[in-house]
């Protein structure tokens, strides 16, 4: 968590355009919200009722909804892809620079693969977290609540029972969460292992031939290969186990829902259609929680590289400026030599 708040503090020169994603998201994700009213006045106003008034502006009002709904779409992906990009520009922008002021005792300990390997391989992994993943999970959020206040308005019984689930499916995705981010830095690992081999290699290439070790080397990236797949594969092990845990726990508050919003219907205490609205609106909410799992899952994994960058940026400079340092006069070198016809001053190149 602190590593994504220090990553969340990128964000901050470019606010005025969060504010403005977050709205258009917003907007973008409740018009989902429209529907299950609309299957609810279909059942219990326009087919009990034949009333074709309400037929009319029903279709009118879908139409209206989602027009206004693809604007806002289009706005949300624009902007968020804007902030995402921005903030990558300016960590890579500082990572860069963090790299030129370390001493030359950093360049000796690592290969020149594995320093690459952070502006490139765990950069995108911050790129992943910050814009596919945070747009989908305030997509996700806004419809959770959204559909949770229109449930509470149907029937605030049936709401209660179907909150009793949400902690059990909090608690799983917390406990794998913890796991998965574990496995998300041994993948990350891996693959700065592989490219610092592979550059190794790449660039001995005619040492390796002049020795002979063309199967030395083959069997080193085969075996780092390997350890790479497994890492990988232990992740989609914890990952392939959490979505149907939570499926599982969801499905279980959706089956409660059924039987004693049956019986309110059958008692006549709510309509037919307020119980089918009451149900959508529930898949609505579990389909969010079902994703926000994976989202969670996918943002610790990227998280190992965020503390893989950070890492970096906080490593101590050995060499540095005094604090009274006095920056050196700029030399200027006047001509001394002529190239035919031309006679170039130093000065204007420095």
Not at 2 to 29: F, G, M, N, Q, T
Request: hydrophobic share 50%; with cysteine.
């Amino acid at each position: 968590m602190k590593a994504y708040l220090r990553l969340l503090a990128y964000i901050k020169p470019y606010k005025k355009r969060l504010i403005e994603a977050v709205v258009c998201i917003i907007v973008a994700a409740g018009a989902n919200l429209y529907l299950p009213w609309v299957i609810k006045d279909m059942i219990d106003k326009v087919l009990a009722a034949r009333d074709m008034d309400m037929l009319n502006l029903i279709c009118v009002g879908i139409v209206v909804i989602f027009f206004v709904r693809g604007i806002f779409y289009y706005g949300q992906g624009y902007l968020v892809s804007y902030i995402g990009q921005r903030v990558i520009v300016d960590v890579r922008d500082v990572l860069f620079r963090k790299l030129q002021r370390l001493p030359i005792s950093y360049f000796d300990r690592h290969q020149t693969g594995e320093i690459m390997s952070y502006i490139s391989n765990d950069v995108a992994a911050l790129q992943s977290a910050l814009v596919e993943r945070m747009v989908e999970a305030v997509t996700e959020c806004a419809i959770f609540f959204g559909s949770l206040v229109m449930m509470v308005l149907l029937d605030w019984k049936l709401s209660v029972i179907t909150l009793i689930t949400v902690p059990l499916v909090g608690l799983a995705m917390d406990i794998f969460g913890k796991r998965v981010r574990s496995a998300g830095a041994v993948i990350q690992a891996r693959m700065s292992d592989i490219t610092a081999l592979m550059q190794e290699s790449i660039s001995s290439e005619r040492v390796v031939k002049s020795f002979v070790r063309e199967g030395y080397e083959i069997d080193r990236f085969h075996t780092q290969n390997e350890l790479n797949f497994r890492a990988v594969m232990k992740d989609a092990q914890l990952s392939s186990l959490l979505t149907p845990t939570v499926e599982f726990l969801a499905a279980l508050g959706v089956t409660v829902i059924i039987w004693f919003g049956g019986k309110e219907v059958v008692d006549g205490v709510i309509t037919a259609g307020t119980l089918v609205a009451f149900l959508t609106y529930a898949v609505n909410l579990a389909n969010p929680v079902k994703r926000l799992s994976r989202i969670y899952a996918q943002i610790q994994k990227a998280m190992a590289g965020a503390d893989r960058v950070f890492a970096l940026m906080d490593m101590e400079e050995t060499v540095a400026d005094a604090p009274n340092a006095s920056e050196l006069p700029r030399i200027e070198f006047h001509e001394t030599y002529s190239i035919g016809n031309v006679k170039p001053k130093w000065s204007d190149v420095l």
